[in-house]
């Protein structure tokens, strides 16, 4: 069992602390491995047959057969790490970063949210700091 950290009330929030690291390090090393063009192939030709090789959990392997990349974060997924099945599938940063936003934006609403400043900090800050003022940046 995860012990809990102060960061786990922040909403969307998915710190690859030591803990998370070690539970999604099986499906890290899978996105790894598709930095080399054989194993590209390999994962093109059959998919499931070329995650046999890495001892991930069935939850783990099914978000990779599913492109489900938030439920790759939440799973122990680096997000530099899992750029890299995005990549494998043609889709840009901002293709990657709408589907993990975790409420269906597309990706023209995330490129236009991020072109307008990015994420409103309403509702995404920590839980137990609601009325906390953050420093603003110099300008």
Not at 27 to 47: G, Q, T, V
Not at 63 to 82: E, H, P, S, V
Not at 108 to 126: K, P, T
Request: aromatic content about 12%; charged content about 25%.
């Amino acid at each position: 069992m995860r012990e809990p950290r102060e960061y786990d009330d922040i909403p969307g929030t998915y710190i690859l602390d030591g803990q998370h690291s070690r539970k999604g390090y099986h499906l890290n090393m899978f996105c790894m491995s598709l930095n080399k063009a054989d194993n590209r192939d390999a994962f093109r030709a059959d998919e499931a047959k070329y995650l046999e090789q890495f001892p991930m959990t069935a939850e783990q392997s099914k978000a990779i057969l599913d492109r489900d990349f938030l439920g790759l974060l939440r799973l122990g997924g680096n997000i530099y790490y899992t750029f890299k099945l995005a990549i494998f599938d043609g889709l840009s940063m901002q293709h990657a970063g709408a589907a993990m936003s975790g409420n269906g934006m597309s990706f023209e609403e995330f490129r236009d949210m991020m072109l307008a400043g990015g994420r409103s900090i309403e509702n995404n800050r920590s839980k137990t700091n609601e009325v906390q003022e953050y420093p603003k940046w110099p300008k």
